[in-house]
């Protein structure tokens, strides 16, 4: 593989820099090519799907769109469930009931029995407990930035560090 | 034929649902892949592993490939993303066990030992993963590889005064960090001696 100087515009000191660095490399050995193991070629035909290339991209994108599509559906039912909590638990008790038949039905009572459990739990927490859910939500807050920035942004080593 | 006619040949036949034919792109780059993957990852486990799903991700995108760019340039962008994923998965910032290792006797020797026998190509090696990875993928592409900046821009969609700026401080981590190792001392702001 050929480096190809003619589409560059290398200042002086670039090149020189350039030219260096190789010096540098050249001291210590490098750049040296790394033999690979001998049966990894073998492996990696192996390795390699049976069907032609169209046909192993269709499926990909199939299953990448059926997971697109249940993850949709996931959500709409979350929100519908939430929307049906938010109904019964602010509203309307035996609304969220009367869409599945009503309390006389096993599903309706099921729903009435969720919503009067819930009912309770949510008052307690939005009259003394908002302090608590302040504090809960700045906690998890708080974990969720740690997390990001120990264990996802910071650079796999530090450049300042030695050897 | 030249190589690029001969690549375009090759991948326009696996295509065609050939599969001998990318086999002979897999015969070809097999080495360079697995290059880029240890010197990125260093591992031989994971470049091996690496290797893998990159000719993978690459038959599985072959449609994607535009003829008129050189399959190398095409390839490697598929590997140096792969293993950008790969070292941002690892969730542990701090020493892996297989850093921890190198510095042990094993009877198991890696690839570097195996193939080079020899320390001070280990220590650049070492130093190189001190690099950032960003700072890491651009300075082989081009002392590795000997890439064009126009080139190591595409692999890298970056821009050509980015790499420039990145292999300028890249080049000096290097240095420093290898002079830090008791290696030759260079003037990192003019890289002599």
């Known amino acids: 593989m050929g480096r190809r100087d003619y589409d560059e515009v290398a200042s002086a000191e670039e090149s020189t820099a350039d030219k260096a660095m190789r010096r540098l ?5 490098h750049p040296a090519p790394l033999v690979p193991p001998a049966d990894l070629t073998a492996r990696v035909l192996a390795h390699l799907p049976d069907q032609p290339p169209s046909v192993v991209a269709a499926t990909v994108h199939t299953v ?6 249940m993850g949709s559906l996931v959500g709409l039912m979350l929100v519908s469930l939430l929307s049906l909590g938010i109904w019964g638990v602010f509203g309307n008790s035996s609304g969220p009931s009367s869409l599945v038949g009503g309390i006389a039905s096993n599903a309706g009572e099921f729903m009435l029995v969720l919503v009067l459990a819930a009912k309770p739990l949510m008052h307690v927490l939005l009259s ?12 998890i807050t708080m974990a969720a930035w740690l997390w990001w920035h120990m264990l996802q942004r910071v650079p796999l080593a530090s450049p300042a560090s030695g050897l | 034929m030249d190589q690029q006619a001969d690549e375009s040949g090759w991948v326009a036949q696996t295509l065609a649902g050939d599969q001998s034919a990318f086999a002979r792109l897999i015969e070809r780059y097999t080495g360079l892949v697995y290059n880029q993957a240890y010197r ?7 470049a091996e592993d690496a290797v893998q799903e990159i000719f993978v991700k690459a038959y599985t995108r072959l449609a994607s490939f535009d003829p008129s760019r050189r399959f190398v340039t095409w390839l490697l962008t598929i590997a140096s993303n792969h293993c950008i994923d790969r070292l941002r998965r690892r969730r542990q910032p701090w020493m ?8 042990l006797p094993s009877s198991h020797a890696g690839p570097e030992h195996l193939a080079l026998e020899h320390e001070q190509q ?3 090696q070492q130093a190189l993963q001190q690099l950032p990875e960003t700072y890491r993928l651009v300075m082989i592409l081009r002392y590795w590889h000997d890439l ?12 050509e005064s980015t790499i420039k700026t990145r292999l300028h401080r890249g080049r000096k981590m290097l240095a420093e960090i290898l002079a830090q190792s008791g290696g030759a001392v260079w003037d990192v702001e003019t890289m002599t001696k």
């Open chain 2, 40 to 46: 990125m990852l260093h591992n031989a486990q994971d």
């Open chain 2, 148 to 159: 064009a900046y126009a080139e190591i821009a595409e692999i890298s969609g970056l821009t």
């Open chain 1, 25 to 29: 490399l050249a001291e210590y050995g």
């Open chain 1, 64 to 69: 990448r769109r059926r997971w697109q599509w």
């Open chain 1, 128 to 139: 003394s407990g908002m302090l608590v859910i302040v504090v809960g939500m700045l906690i």
């Open chain 2, 96 to 103: 892996t066990l297989d850093d921890v290792a190198f510095w």
């Open chain 2, 122 to 124: 280990a220590l650049v």
